[in-house]
């Protein structure tokens, strides 16, 4: 950095760039928890960091000597540290007129563009809205086999859940197949996420059982005082699902072409919470009945309220043999689970299918055995496994189509906050970048052309999500894996399923709803501990609103309540990336459409951003640029992020997706399509002077954010934290989760960071 105030290096400081004789370096490959980019292939390429011959070693650079460490140079070096530049006094700058051959600073670099339109263009368009044209074409076969694995294993689950979760909706197994079979391999074509799985999910299975229970009484009534045959039950409950599913593919594919990808930070993190765990509750006291061995009930449409009466006054005439293999199932599950839990490092036992294992050792019991025959069980039965016919939905004539479109538009809101929320989580945790709005195009044609092949609606799951990541899924062809296992279960596996008992599916679904359930307790906790009553008090009015009405009322009071709140605030964050002033080294504004260029100088990295008096003359702005304007320069490696305002559910649900698209490209107005343009991160600066506020659910996601950047190598520290702040960090420990808050301005946290922030490196020969 050269300087009036030093000893110039070379030519008598006209150019700092001359008279250094500092070695050029070549950083190590970083693996993918250091926050290292990851390509389409699942492999994270190796970082170089490479500073010319020219410059001192950038800190950045990573172990050097102490003073290189520090920012300090040799002697008769023209340049300084972040620490001492601070001290020095600055000269007046000196105006440059713009000449021809001059560049403007503002001017936006052209790396990575090509003509609109053209052939390039378009096929750049096609990738990114088709995203199997892009990724397929260069699959590294070297993770061939590690997706494979991985659809096997997520394949184990979503067979048994998709035979399981048929029942919750009142179709027949073969439609939970059909769901798991086609809207999965068309949202492995047009999917962002490379872990989402994609098929029938309890909450959405729920939603719709619900619908097709309360159609149902329409069609008994017209053949009071008969019941109707089988065959006509099952053709009218597939053709409400079906109808359902469509309006529901529709309403998603319509919020996904008007970029709506927004309103999955709509609803609380406490409403949410708050209705997946009053459905839980719903599902554990239907399928309770049945693990129980009790008879139906009697009555068509009851209330959650009405069946757990039911099951608490019949008590004596559980069917002891049917309850005795559905619990032994259901306490093989949660053993099996906390074995897993407790042993990490055991590969073979976190390999192990425990739902297929289940389904398996049960059906062998009940054949050998006899338990059907002897002991009256219920089992699965005889089921046609055939492939699905297409045929355009249509509601049947007893169906009032507001139900379907209130449904639908009900079914929407919930898979649509599920899948988007589980597929922005996985790709944060494995540093790649999915897109809200494509996501709910490829959600929507997934449910549009799986409701002509009898499927109901379909989004993505967690708990198979959560599989695929554990398993390394490297791309979504893991999906298509495991869609091609389903064809061949619904075509060759269902006749050895016969004797399987069907309290043994129910107990599956009741282990997959405690597992809902296992996160309430903590929320409930850590909203209590960070004395968010209103975020407290919202989580247990919808929960019992959902138990003690219904579900559908449960989703209604969350929505109408989030959006009461949004109203009430702003729904987006106001958040600004700041860059270091290039005449003032103490001070920060906001970096308006500036990215930086490839070669960036040694005044423009992190020791040393904008401490050159003189800038290079290609980075000069325009002879008409006004006296008073201030240029600013991107501190490299460090995110330097200004929060405006309080943050809670709303706009804190934005945060971390602002934040992944500042690391990518620097510049909101760039198109996600474009190559990404951003060095690696290593460092985030919150400058927290506008956040006068946190809320519980808000404080939550941004302990997420911390912890997340913690995983990834990446420093964190707040600057300029005001009290209330202040204590809500204290109270939730973010501190511990590697969040510093004890700065009073950037210039703090910078110095801080510095002292503190090295990355291993070797020399480039």
């Not at 290096?9 to 150019?15: K, R, S, T």
């Not at 070549?26 to 250091?34: C, L, N, V």
């Not at 053709?235 to 996904?256: D, E, H, K, N, P």
Request: charged letters at 15%; a neutral charge.
């Amino acid at each position: 950095m050269s300087s009036n105030n030093q000893p110039a290096a070379g030519n008598g400081g006209g150019d700092s760039n001359t008279g250094s004789n500092t070695s050029s370096v070549r950083a190590r490959s970083i693996s993918d928890e250091t926050g290292g980019d990851i390509d389409a292939g699942g492999n994270t390429p190796p970082l170089h960091m490479t500073a010319s011959t020219t410059e001192a070693t950038p800190l950045l650079a990573g172990h050097q000597s102490p003073s290189e460490t520090l920012g300090y140079t040799a002697p008769g070096s023209s340049q300084t540290s972040l620490l001492e530049s601070e001290r020095l006094p600055r000269a007046p700058r000196a105006r440059r007129r713009h000449t021809p051959n001059t560049p403007p600073r503002t001017q936006l670099p052209t790396h990575g563009h090509v003509p609109q339109f053209s052939l390039k263009w378009w096929m750049r368009r096609i990738r990114y809205y088709v995203p199997i044209t892009g990724w397929l074409p260069n699959y590294n076969l070297g993770n061939l086999a590690t997706d494979v694995k991985a659809g096997f294993m997520v394949a184990c689950l979503l067979v048994p859940q998709a035979l399981s979760y048929s029942s919750l909706t009142h179709l027949r197994p073969v439609y939970g197949l059909y769901t798991a079979l086609v809207p999965a391999l068309v949202y492995g074509m047009l999917g962002t996420s490379r872990h989402l799985s994609m098929g029938p999910e309890a909450l959405v299975s729920v939603l719709t059982g619900t619908l097709v229970k309360g159609q149902l009484k329409h069609l008994f009534a017209a053949y009071s005082p008969n019941t109707p045959p089988d065959d006509t039950i099952d053709q009218f409950s597939s053709a409400v699902a079906s109808a359902v599913a469509l309006a529901s593919g529709i309403f998603t594919f319509a919020l996904g072409v008007f970029r709506f990808g927004f309103l999955d930070s709509m609803i609380s993190e406490s409403s949410l919470r708050g209705f997946i765990s009053g459905a839980a509750i719903v599902v554990l006291i239907g399928q309770s009945r049945i693990v129980l061995g009790l008879p139906a009930l009697s009555s068509v449409h009851t209330t959650p309220w009405h069946e757990l009466k039911y099951i608490l006054s019949n008590l004596s005439q559980v069917h002891a043999m049917t309850a005795a293999i559905s619990l032994g199932a259901l306490l093989f599950l949660r053993v099996l689970r906390f074995a897993k839990n407790r042993f990490k490092s055991a590969r073979w036992l976190q390999g192990v299918p425990d739902t297929l294992v289940v389904i398996i050792l049960a059906t062998l019991v009940s054949w050998l055995a006899k338990l059907y025959e002897r002991y009256s069980v219920r089992v699965f039965g005889h089921v046609d496994g055939e492939l699905p016919h297409f045929a355009i939905p249509k509601i049947p004539a007893l169906v009032d189509t507001k139900d379907i479109v209130s449904s639908g538009i009900t079914i929407t809101m919930i898979g649509v906050v599920e899948s988007v929320i589980v597929a922005r989580e996985y790709a944060s945790r494995n540093h790649y970048a999915v897109s809200s709005n494509r996501e709910l195009v490829a959600l929507g044609v997934s449910n549009v052309i799986g409701s002509a092949f009898g499927a109901y609606p379909a989004f993505g799951s967690l708990a198979r999500s959560k599989l695929n990541d554990r398993a390394n899924a490297r791309s979504q062809l893991s999906g298509i894996v495991s869609v091609t296992i389903v064809l061949v279960s619904l075509l060759h596996l269902l006749p050895y399923l016969y004797h399987l008992p069907l309290g043994v599916l129910a107990a599956i679904i009741v282990d997959a709803v405690i597992s809902l359930l296992e996160a309430t307790p903590r929320s409930v906790s850590f909203l209590f501990r960070v004395r968010a009553w209103s975020d407290l008090f919202l989580l247990l009015f919808i929960c019992a609103c959902s138990v003690i009405a219904s579900v559908e009322t449960g989703i209604l009071l969350a929505v109408v309540i989030s959006l009461v709140m949004v109203i009430k605030r702003s729904n987006m964050p106001r958040i600004k990336l700041l860059g270091r002033s290039t005449d003032n080294d103490h001070e920060f504004h906001p970096i308006d459409g500036i990215v930086p260029q490839q070669g960036l100088s040694r005044h423009q990295s992190f020791n040393g951003i904008g401490r050159d008096s003189r800038a290079p003359e290609s980075n000069d702005t325009s002879s008409d640029e006004g006296e008073g304007e201030t240029r600013v320069q991107h501190v490299e490696g460090v995110l330097i992020v200004r929060v405006d305002e309080p943050l809670y559910f709303a706009n804190a649900g934005q945060l971390h997706a602002r934040l992944n698209r500042l690391e990518l490209y620097g510049d909101m107005r760039v198109h996600p399509s474009e190559d990404p343009r951003m060095k690696p991160t290593r460092a985030v600066v919150f400058d927290l002077i506008g956040m006068s506020d946190i809320d519980g659910s808000a404080l939550e996601i941004l302990l997420n954010i911390v912890r997340e950047y913690g995983r990834r190598q990446v420093r964190v520290a707040f600057a300029r934290v005001c009290e209330p702040v202040r204590d809500r960090f204290e109270i939730s420990g973010m501190a511990s989760a590697g969040g510093e808050y004890g700065f009073s301005d950037i210039n703090d946290a910078l110095a801080y960071l510095e002292r503190h922030l090295t990355i291993s490196v070797v020399t480039q020969m």
